[in-house]
């Protein structure tokens, strides 16, 4: 019998062209969030209609109607869920099912009102979506029944592929007495011993010391950035706990073809930014088979590219370079968002480029009332096909037709960022001083702008990688916060041939964001050669590099300037002022058989693109071969076939014409043959895919 049921989840898993185990398609997953549940009328067999034309073979269901599926307590309606998996099944459209807990349904909130998180600012009211504390036991209760109840439901059906727990889950700020019960609970674990915790937070500061654990104060009013970031970290904390609880339900229902996912999300400033500061991606893609991720970004004039490959490169290196998926980017979306023609094939690509195996837009159909309406889907409110429609058409017509030599791309990058959960809130904490709105995200993303436009492909890495030696440049934004051990690793990283770029403000602290007694930069002056104890804000003040051949209109310091002085390092640049000029601003090091770099300062990307090249030429990594730069990207990787496969992209609204330099081979858009040293001219917003021979 086993033997039997497991020929036919294989023959499920073939007819979505799932590789089981693999978790990955034949040809690169194209969906669409599908609410039959919000639908002003039946058109379910219409939009199934629609979505063959269009190419969708996987729609996501279910995260977000609790109140639909239990309507009261205990009492389950799964009308929606059974007609859209029987009519996909039937379309041959595959399904993922996620589970409705980001959203707490009224009766959960009438008959536990201590499911909505307590947080810095009062208790939550009902209305909002993820307004709830992740760790409250009658939540916990809740959402474990309407889990295990859709997964007895729903599991043996042959439409499924796989599951979303939860969506862009996060802690949401909770912070109420059952959270700083338990965290203190964590302090104990963690410390042991109330002098070792006072020690380490500087508690003695401001009669904040804590002489019993019974005293022990509520995180919610401290003035103490130590002590403010390890309840951030118990915070990231439960985010791991509470998805791996749900991940543990699902694989007790979940077929061994099936995968576990989940859509993190990304810092927002109005659309995709940066690293999370809620969430350590990390260690919660652990408990995960395949790493999801949202992805939003400006469009129209404002499409670079950038926070796609951003995404892209941060999911992929969750997972140790695995392909992921993209469960949520923008169709139409917002107003300002609503692509050129061209623009959504670029936006499709682009996300295979970055080692994808999935494009999924948020969402299928334009929502009529609430929140969201006027964040457009890929129909339009009147259901009827519109201009980006008919481009997704094209979409899916060329993964279908090309697909199977794009997906499961593999890089094998050089070049690393660095970054660090951790230091991200003890920079936070304090960023350039008061009223400063500088964040961690703003120094880092300076550098992964100046490397992506520069068409340097590179990977993500956090403290918990242990290996380190595959990368020949690491770049090191802003490590305010870190425990000695890894600035020790770093420096043995360049005195056995690695090379490392830090920014300002690195190696400050440690890891209770307790700042170092050394001379700054501290444990790593050691490797950077570089030595300050001063600082400033700077004003009218620009760089003077040692070759004379910077100009001050592109050396503009702003925000922070450190006054380094080098004790063994080469200066790259002093600071052009009449006071400050004697300090540098920029130095390298050779330390071992490698170099360390510092950047002292914010300055322009003009300034970080000198610097970076400099660090990539020591690195003796070669340069992108057609000399190409921003708006032309050059994406790369190995297809499952094990052949070399370039995306070349044109983000812009002007035809751009370069010259192929890679070998031989062939434009499979095109289906013809292209030789090395070839002329190619890419429209606006164009772009080919070539694979070598």
Not at 668 to 687: H, R
Request: net charge neutral.
């Amino acid at each position: 019998m086993k033997k039997i049921w497991c020929a036919i989840c294989l023959a499920v898993a073939s007819h979505h062209g799932l590789q089981a185990q693999n978790f990955s398609p034949k040809t690169p997953y194209y969906g669409v969030a599908y609410y039959d549940e919000y639908m002003p009328y039946d058109r379910l067999q219409q939009d199934v209609e629609m979505m063959k034309k269009a190419g969708i073979n996987v729609v996501r269901i279910a995260e977000s109607t609790w109140s639909t599926l239990e309507p009261q307590e205990n009492t389950f309606d799964f009308s929606h869920i059974d007609r859209v998996l029987d009519a996909m099944h039937k379309a041959g459209i595959a399904v993922i099912i996620g589970t409705p807990t980001y959203a707490v349904p009224t009766w959960l909130v009438r008959k536990h009102p201590d499911v909505l998180a307590v947080t810095s600012r009062g208790q939550n009211q009902y209305g909002a979506r993820q307004n709830m504390d992740i760790s409250n036991v009658h939540y916990r209760e809740a959402s474990e029944r309407v889990i295990r109840k859709l997964m007895e439901h729903v599991s043996k059906h042959p439409a499924i592929i796989g599951y979303q727990v939860d969506n862009e889950t996060k802690a949401y700020g909770t912070a109420g007495p059952n959270v700083q019960k338990a965290f203190v609970e964590y302090c104990k674990q963690k410390f042991g011993t109330l002098d070792k915790l006072n020690k380490a937070f500087g508690f003695d500061y401001w009669s904040n010391r804590i002489n019993t654990w019974e005293d022990f104060p509520s995180t919610v009013g401290t003035i103490n950035a130590s002590f403010a970031a390890e309840f951030a970290k118990f915070q990231r904390k439960l985010v791991v706990d509470f998805l791996k609880w749900q991940a543990d339900i699902v694989r007790e229902y979940k077929r061994p073809e099936q995968f576990i996912t989940q859509n993190f999300d990304l810092d927002w400033r109005g659309y995709s930014y940066g690293i999370q500061p809620d969430v350590d991606h990390f260690a919660t893609a652990k408990t995960l088979d395949v790493a999801g991720i949202d992805i939003y970004h400006p469009s129209q004039d404002q499409l670079t590219g950038t926070e796609i490959a951003l995404g892209g490169d941060i999911t992929r290196s969750m997972k140790n370079g695995k392909n992921y998926f993209v469960l949520e980017t923008e169709a139409q979306g917002f107003p300002q968002w609503t692509p050129y023609p061209n623009q959504l094939r670029l936006q499709a690509f682009s996300h295979l480029a970055s080692g994808a195996n999935m494009v999924e837009y948020w969402h299928w159909h334009s929502i009529h009332n609430s929140a969201e309406t006027y964040w457009k889907g890929l129909l339009s409110h009147d259901f009827q096909p519109n201009p980006t429609y008919n481009e997704a058409i094209t979409i899916g017509q060329d993964f279908q037709r090309v697909g199977q030599k794009l997906i499961n791309l593999k890089k094998n990058n050089q070049v690393a960022i660095l970054f660090s959960n951790e230091a991200l809130t003890a920079f936070n904490a304090f960023s350039f001083g008061w009223g400063a709105r500088e964040t961690y995200n703003d120094i880092l993303r300076p550098y992964y702008d100046a490397l992506y436009k520069m068409n340097v492909e590179l990977d993500f890495i956090d403290p918990s990688t242990e290996d380190i030696s595959q990368y020949k440049v690491i770049v090191v934004p802003a490590l305010y916060a870190a425990p000695t051990n890894l600035l020790k690793k770093l420096n043995d990283f360049v005195k056995n041939g690695g090379h490392v770029v830090y920014t300002l403000k690195s190696g400050f602290s440690d890891e209770n964001v307790k700042v170092r007694t050394e001379i700054q930069p501290a444990i790593i002056s050691e490797a950077c050669g570089v030595q300050y104890s001063q600082f400033s804000i700077p004003n009218g003040v620009s760089l003077k590099d040692t070759e004379g051949k910077w100009t001050s209109d592109k050396t503009k310091v702003t925000q922070w300037m450190e006054l380094l002085t080098p004790t063994t390092a080469k200066v790259l640049a002093n600071y052009e002022h009449p006071q400050w000029g004697k300090y540098a601003a920029i130095t390298q090091n050779q330390f071992g058989k490698g170099t360390a770099t510092y950047v002292g300062c914010l300055t322009s990307e003009f300034v970080y693109k000198q610097v970076l090249q400099n660090v990539l030429d020591k690195a003796q990594l070669p340069k992108e071969k057609s000399g190409l730069e921003f708006p032309l990207v050059h994406r790369s990787g190995t297809n499952q076939l094990g052949k070399k496969l370039h995306y070349f992209f044109n983000y812009s609204g002007a035809s751009q014409n370069f010259t192929y330099k890679e070998n031989a081979g062939t434009e499979l858009l095109a289906n013809k043959a292209i030789t090395s040293n070839q002329g190619v001219s890419l429209e606006p917003w164009g772009f080919v895919i070539i694979e070598e021979k």
